[in-house]
């Protein structure tokens, strides 16, 4: 244990009171804004003596000596979990830090960086409601997901068994205006005759999807046809497809995340399946569409960049943002890597790391999206599938909302008419509804 560490545990709660702990004010962080949701996470010293409870008191207090106002308990006989999320209080102006201590004998066990409550950035009247329980498509997971000209599309996807595709993942193509009536575009014919030079694309789900302009584009796509797919196919109606320029980079490449920015078609992390490659790769790189149809490697590794399994994209103010993530691993699913850190970049080569654990659970196969200026985390995979709603402004300070939908991963998502559109994934078996969520009218 550090000199530090042991200064910290030696602490008493009136002397952080009075502005610090031998060597003082541990210094400002991020300003945290009232009512949102932070995760706190403390290691338990040595076992106390008999008859000495391991509950924790978790207590926000005033930074200024002597202190502007009294502290406030935020969470008080938790056991002891080593984290938890607090919510902090409605007290703008406020120069506080938080800090967690041992409730039997008032061993501090964290005092945190000093930081400023700003006014709440909470919205009171965001509401989820279901579109439809049962679309016209077969229930699915891992489908494309773009808007283009003012329709949502839904391309390709993943749906096995009876009630599915013959070949597990399809190419038929979807399109709606309103969520509730669906239009098929294109039919499936990913099946035991299809014919590569008749029937266009391989069928495929969590492949890269991007709505460029005057023509939708798939790139990639995974390994249920038994190989990895590195091609690249665009159309201007959903209907007719051309193939491209393939992409290299994905010929052992799966599970990536895609996203657009500034006009730019882009790729980053993925990884591969041992089972098909004899070897297991994490990507760290990141890559852009060029105008002449090339692929370019903007940028060879980068820290936050290794790892998989994020649906959607998350592009706010010409910003991206990397939200969670992680590895899955094969054949065992639930050992898979997840994530629950925050990080953003405007130029795709500089990445700055905004939190290491977002209050929401580490997840993988999760949707992601920027919606009303903010930033948003649905449902994934965590030890089991999540049904959660989470919102951001800045990526560190965070709001949940109830969720109405069930618990689901790998869902597709939308933001199409002032709405965010949450649209089928799986839970223990593929589903098809439709849900939009609107500020309440």
Same mark, same amino acid.
């Given at each position: ?150 329709k949502m599309w839904l391309i390709g996807g993943w749906s096995p068994g009876a009630a599915g595709f013959p070949r597990v ?59 990895y797919q590195s091609d690249v196919w665009s159309s201007p109606d959903g209907v007719s497809w051309q193939q491209e320029a ?33 070897v297991e790769l994490h990507h760290a790189d990141l890559w852009c569409l060029q105008p002449m149809g090339a692929w370019q ?61 977002? %209050? *929401?659970?580490? =997840?993988?196969?999760? /949707? &992601?999206?920027?919606?009303? @200026?903010? #930033? !948003?985390?649905? +449902? $994934? ?22 969720? %109405? *939908?069930?618990? =689901?991963?790998?869902? /597709? &998502?939308?933001?199409?008419? @002032?709405? #965010? !559109?949450?649209? +089928? $994934? ?16």
């Open positions: 244990m550090s000199p530090k560490t042991n200064k910290l545990l030696a602490c008493s709660a009136a002397a952080l009171l009075l502005g610090g702990c031998g060597g003082g004010d541990p210094g400002p962080g991020p300003d945290r804004a009232a009512g949102s949701l932070h995760r706190t996470a403390w290691s338990l010293p040595a076992a106390p003596g008999l008859g000495c409870r391991t509950d924790i008191v978790v207590r926000i207090s005033s930074r200024t000596s002597p202190p502007v106002s009294a502290s406030v308990i935020v969470a008080s006989d938790v056991t002891d979990a080593g984290h938890i999320n607090i919510k902090i209080p409605d007290a703008p102006g406020m120069n506080a830090r938080t800090h967690v201590e041992r409730a039997c004998d008032n061993t501090l066990l964290v005092i945190g960086l000093g930081y400023a409550i700003i006014a709440s950035d909470e919205v009171s009247d965001y509401a989820w409601e279901r579109v439809t329980k049962a679309a016209a498509f077969k229930p699915r997971d891992g489908a494309g997901a773009l808007v283009f000209q003012d993942t399809s190419n038929e193509v979807w399109s709606s205006i309103d969520g509730d009536s669906w239009t098929l575009e294109k039919e499936n014919s990913y099946d035991a005759d299809f014919d590569a030079q008749q029937d266009g694309w391989e069928g495929r789900h969590s492949a890269g999807y991007f709505s460029l302009g005057a023509r939708m584009l798939i790139a990639g796509g995974d390994i249920t046809s038994g190989h393939g992409a290299p980079q994905l010929q052992r490449r799966l599970l990536f995340n895609s996203f657009t920015q500034l006009g730019r078609a882009c790729i980053f992390g993925g990884q591969t399946i041992p089972a098909i490659t004899d490697r903007i940028a060879e590794r980068v820290e936050p960049l290794q790892r998989s399994g994020i649906l959607g994209e998350a592009v706010l103010r010409d910003e991206v943002w990397i939200l969670g993530g992680g590895n899955y691993e094969f054949p065992v699913p639930e050992d898979a890597v997840r994530r629950n850190d925050v990080w953003k970049s405007s130029d795709l080569q500089q990445w700055a790391k905004v939190t290491d654990h977002a %209050p *929401w659970p580490a =997840r993988i196969f999760h /949707s &992601v999206a920027a919606f009303d @200026d903010r #930033l !948003w985390v649905m +449902a $994934g995979y965590d030890q089991g599938n999540l049904g959660d709603c989470w919102y951001s402004k800045d990526g560190y300070n965070w709001y949940v909302i109830e969720a %109405p *939908w069930s618990v =689901r991963h790998a869902a /597709s &998502v939308f933001v199409h008419r @002032d709405a #965010l !559109w949450l649209v +089928a $994934g799986a839970d223990t078996q593929p589903l098809n509804d439709v849900w939009r969520l609107r500020r309440a009218r």
